[in-house]
């Protein structure tokens, strides 16, 4: 498949070879990760309405590993939710499932009234697209591209004309407090604003569901504050 754009991270081997970690796709899918090595606890797991077992099992050269086990819940339209629990126990592989980035070894994903496991890739990917907005840990801000292309990227993927959209980006931007910071690149930016430009891409398709992966692991506790309200509103 032809990768648009995106971004690869490397990482280095005991024996210095290099080795790829994940690759950001922007293509069909902007959230979609490749994960290619060793990332087991980068994965994901979830739970369906009616009731049923998931789990999500890994395998590696020592033996298989469950990353989930009969995971059940259900998540109301309004609801928020948080999911809380020690580095490396499932949260990750938790989200990735709620939102089709990948599929549970058993059981059912319910999401907005589609079960996944009768949906062909492409209409996950759709899915996706247009019902979930992702606020990923590390921001996965594209370094090329200014504070607003950031956040009007999902449009620009899924093909909608912005200058619809632009009164929506200009509300946002006042939101998240960014107006006058609208043109400038990530590494212009601080943590804090580009965790607010991540969320504000999250926000600008006007999604069903809001996934966000630790969005306050990287901030001090008064930018934390302001981005968990800023979540609430949304």
Same mark, same amino acid.
């Given at each position: ?11 280095? =081997?005991?024996t210095?070879?290099?080795?790829l ?13 490749a ?5 087991r ?12 077992h ?7 050269i020592? =033996?298989?590993?469950?990353a ?8 109301e ?7 809380? =629990? ?5 949260k990750s592989?938790?989200?990735?499932l709620?939102?089709?980035l ?5 059981g ?5 009234g ?5 949906l062909?890739?492409k209409?996950i ?12 840990q590390?921001?996965n801000l ?16 899924d ?11 200009d509300?946002?931007?006042?939101l ?12 212009q ?10 969320l504000a891409?999250?926000l600008?398709?006007?999604?069903a ?12 506790s ?6 968990m309200?800023l979540?609430?509103?949304?």
């Amino acid at each position: 498949e032809e990768i648009c754009a995106g971004v690869e991270i490397y990482f280095t =081997g005991r024996t210095g070879q290099q080795y790829l970690k994940t690759a950001f796709i922007l293509c069909d899918d902007y959230t979609e990760l490749a994960s290619k090595l060793f990332l087991r606890d980068a994965d994901p797991n979830w739970t369906d309405k009616k009731g049923e077992h998931r789990w999500k099992n890994y395998h590696d050269i020592l =033996g298989d590993v469950d990353a989930l086990v009969k995971v059940d819940f259900v998540v109301e339209k309004g609801e928020f939710v948080s999911i809380m =629990g020690p580095s490396g126990s499932g949260k990750s592989t938790l989200l990735h499932l709620i939102g089709g980035l990948d599929q549970p070894s058993g059981g059912e994903v319910t999401l907005d009234g589609h079960r996944l496991s009768l949906l062909k890739d492409k209409q996950i990917t759709l899915i996706r697209r247009r019902n979930i907005g992702f606020v990923f840990q590390f921001f996965n801000l594209l370094p090329t591209l200014s504070a607003q292309e950031n956040i009007t990227l999902p449009l620009l993927i899924d093909g909608r004309n912005l200058n619809h959209y632009k009164e929506r980006l200009d509300k946002i931007l006042e939101l998240i407090g960014l107006t006058d910071r609208r043109e400038h690149k990530p590494e212009q930016l601080s943590g804090g604003e580009q965790q607010r430009v991540a969320l504000a891409r999250a926000l600008i398709t006007e999604p069903a569901i809001i996934l966000a992966d630790e969005p306050t692991g990287n901030l001090d506790s008064k930018t934390g504050q302001n981005i968990m309200q800023l979540l609430r509103l949304s």
